[in-house]
């Protein structure tokens, strides 16, 4: 009979763990196990702002950028409590409901974060067809390094079709990467790439080393456009960001 009882009482233990090792989609390890039959592959995303406002909102004073494919779906954005734990561990990062918000309609998108209180490294997701796709770890850094603000010492030189855009000017030791974005007045983005020094001519790729524009971008005389340009550690933390607009003359 103890036998027996014994027994019973293994059952039941081992019924006990088995249902603890459920896997949980809120946890990214587990989101990643859940999703073994899909192939993972990487995706482009950083991170900027401050904890008071940050492109005009108070509320998110914090942004997620990325950039999704065209067939994109289900984002997801993860997040560990603090940088103690491994960035690449990802059984510590957990799932957080923010608010996704459409850049340049759509064709970039960020998440909307809060102000936090403590730095912390967070990653997005997102699906393509038979791919999971997974961004390199972001370091949240808003308060030891507020993005600036360096659109006064960024030069665009208006040269008709192919302005030049130079913000050599820039003393950030951490900046590795300059993203430029040059979108027309309905906020549609023309081009967008990436080079490792601080100019940059549209469009001149011969010091670009990542593109992420579609077809051959081209500028309509007399019409105005804007332009955007972030400056991404090694981290992925935006250390620098400037807005202005002009017109192609």
């Keep these: 009979m ?3 009882i014994s027994l019973v009482i293994a059952l039941v233990v081992l019924s006990a763990c088995q249902k603890e090792q459920v896997p949980n989609p809120n946890v990214l ?10 192939a993972l592959d990487d995706l482009i995303a950083c991170a900027g702002g401050n904890n008071t406002t940050f492109m005009g909102s108070s509320e998110y004073p914090v942004a997620v950028f990325f950039y999704p494919e065209a067939t994109a779906c289900e984002f997801m954005y993860f997040e560990t409590e603090n940088l103690e734990p491994l960035k690449e561990d990802y059984s510590v990062y957990t799932k957080k ?14 998440f909307d974060h809060p102000a936090v209180d403590v730095e912390k490294w967070g990653i997005v997701t997102y699906k393509t067809g038979d791919k999971l796709h997974i961004c390199n770890p972001i370091r949240l850094k808003p308060l030891s390094a507020p993005t600036q603000d360096i659109s006064s010492i960024t030069v665009i030189t208006e040269n008709g079709v192919t302005p030049s855009f130079d913000w050599t000017a820039e003393n950030e030791p951490n900046n590795v990467i ?11 983005l023309i081009s967008g790439t990436y ?28 019409d105005s ?22 017109v192609a003359q």
């Design 2 to 4: 103890r036998i027996l």
């Design 29 to 38: 390890s587990d989101y990643v196990e859940i999703n073994s039959d899909l």
């Design 97 to 110: 409901d923010l608010a996704l918000t459409p850049m340049f309609n759509g064709t970039m998108m960020k």
């Design 178 to 188: 300059y993203f430029s974005i040059v979108s027309d007045m309905s906020n549609n």
């Design 195 to 222: 080079t490792n020094d601080k100019f940059w001519t549209f469009y001149d790729l011969s010091n670009v080393v990542l593109n992420v524009s579609t077809g051959s971008p081209s500028l309509t005389p007399n």
């Design 225 to 246: 456009y804007n332009y955007t340009m972030m400056g991404v550690s090694l981290d992925n933390w935006v250390h620098t960001m400037a807005e202005k607009t002009f």
